[in-house]
């Protein structure tokens, strides 16, 4: 079974800095899709950005980015230039192509941005 | 365009007593699932379709029950409330499995008494 831990429960940084955040999974799956998702207080699930395992290519959006590294089962993200609208709930989550695409999540990691 | 929309946004149940949180999405979307949050543990699969007419069990299914006799409806229902299933729902849904963004509705923060 896949599993997804996020070891920081919470992060913080200052604004204009960069964070990282850190995800790590376990998988026998050569094939999957890996997302970060923002939870801002209203609870809504918003997608940051997504990476496809067979893509060597790191993902980028905007000011976000993603370090990940296959064969260490790694997936961060990293916000460069971090606003104040960036404070929220993130989760990473694993999509397996198998059992329905289920999305499997991470614990969530709680960003604070200092003004 | 709605997306996807879940009721009621909040609901207080006593324990014993049964109810159904709504979920309709207007984009056509074969794949749909539920998942329930709780602090320090994520997001975690309930129940989840494929299709519609087609179920099937996440990790954490007791207690709940579905169906999906539309491609747009994913009623989830609560046999008979118990504390333990204090939590806050969420369904989504997406155009297929594996590579594709899931959408989700708001959420409904559901207290168990």
């Known amino acids: 079974a896949q599993t997804v831990t996020q070891s920081q429960p919470e992060m913080s940084v200052q604004e204009a800095e960069t964070v990282t955040l850190s995800c790590t999974y376990d998988t026998s799956e050569s094939d999957y899709y890996l997302f970060w998702y923002k939870q801002p207080p209203s609870r809504q699930m918003i997608l940051v950005i997504r990476q496809e395992a067979y893509k060597q290519q790191n993902a980028t959006e905007n000011r976000f980015s993603v370090n990940f590294q296959k064969a260490a089962k790694s997936f961060s993200l990293k916000i460069s230039d971090s606003q104040l609208g960036d404070a929220a709930m993130y989760f990473c989550a694993y999509r397996t192509f198998n059992q329905g695409g289920k999305l499997i999540f991470g614990q969530g990691t709680e960003l604070s941005v200092k003004p | 365009n709605a997306g996807v929309t879940q009721t009621p946004k909040f609901q207080v149940l006593k324990t014993g007593q049964s109810m159904t949180l709504q979920c309709a999405q207007d984009?056509?979307?074969?794949?749909m699932s539920w998942y329930r949050q709780d602090p320090g543990m994520g997001l975690r699969l309930i129940h989840y379709?494929?299709?519609?007419?087609?179920?099937d069990q996440g990790e954490v299914p007791n207690g709940y029950n579905v169906s999906r006799s539309t491609t747009e409806d994913f009623p989830l229902r609560l046999l008979s409330a118990a504390p333990s299933q204090t939590s806050v729902y969420f369904c989504?849904?997406?155009?297929?499995?594996?590579?594709?963004?899931?959408?989700f509705g708001q959420g409904t923060r559901l207290t168990v008494v």
């Open positions: 379709s494929v299709g519609a007419g087609i179920t």
């Open positions: 984009m056509n979307h074969e794949y």
């Open positions: 989504a849904s997406s155009q297929t499995w594996g590579q594709d963004e899931a959408f």
